[in-house]
């Protein structure tokens, strides 16, 4: 079974950078690329980075994605109060046929 | 735009049949999918479809109980829920997925639809 790590949560201070990372389990992680959203109260949740590294159009180049081996990492600079939320990583993992979420990170902007 | 209906409260063991009418875009040229949230909890895939419906993939916990449906003629897509349980209570959100693989790409979402299982 794949599982995706993240960490309960994170904080920063407006202004300035954060990393939220997330790791998997299985070689499921390795092949696939990962995707992040971004979960607002009373939103529905919106894709931030696809593809690893690619970003919607809309979305500021303030969020960035990268992928090393069994962890993966969101990068958000120059903090803002609005960017406080919960932040998802998402794999597919090709043996399960199965979209697998993270447990999702709190972001607070102190 | 996606527009999603028929969340209700039912008791366990019920059926629920959620639908969701997309517009804006070419239905047929995407796959769809259903994701939910569990009060307090985290976001969770729940099943997806290919382009025609002649693919279909469930997570582990709805396999034999939920079906996933689309009817291109109308924009629609459908998730029929059986034998539900009060684990099912959430709110269920269709996405439109982009024409990239893997299918973890969900770039327009609805509402949401606020399903309880309740006694």
């Known amino acids: 079974q794949s599982v995706l790590t993240q960490p309960p949560s994170v904080s920063a201070a407006p202004g300035q950078k954060v990393t939220i990372s997330c790791s998997g389990s299985s070689s499921s992680f390795e092949n696939s690329h990962v995707s992040w959203y971004q979960d607002l109260p009373g939103l529905a949740p919106k894709l931030l980075i696809f593809e690893t590294n690619g970003r919607p159009s809309g979305i500021p180049d303030r969020f960035s994605g990268s992928k090393s081996g069994m962890s993966a990492t969101l990068g958000i600079t120059g903090l803002q109060t609005e960017d406080e939320a919960h932040y998802y990583c998402v794999i597919w993992d090709s043996g399960l046929r199965s979209v697998l979420f993270g447990g999702g990170t709190r972001l607070t902007v102190l | 735009q996606l527009v999603e209906s028929g969340g209700d409260l039912v008791q366990p063991g019920g059926s629920l049949r959620l639908s969701c009418v997309a517009s804006?875009?070419?239905?047929?040229?995407?796959?769809m999918t259903w994701v939910r949230q569990a009060p307090g909890k985290g976001l969770e895939w729940v099943a997806h479809?290919?382009?025609?419906?002649?693919?279909?993939d469930y997570v582990d916990s709805v396999e034999g109980r939920f079906t996933i449906s689309r009817d291109n003629a109308k924009n629609s897509v459908y998730l029929q829920m059986n034998s539900l349980r009060a684990e099912d209570t959430g709110v269920y959100y269709c996405?439109?997925?982009?024409?990239?693989?893997?299918?973890?790409?969900?770039?327009?979402w609805g509402q949401g639809n606020l399903v309880t299982v309740s006694s």
């Open positions: 804006g875009f070419t239905f047929g040229s995407n796959w």
């Open positions: 479809i290919n382009f025609d419906g002649s693919e279909t």
């Open positions: 996405a439109r997925l982009m024409v990239k693989w893997p299918p973890i790409n969900f770039d327009y």
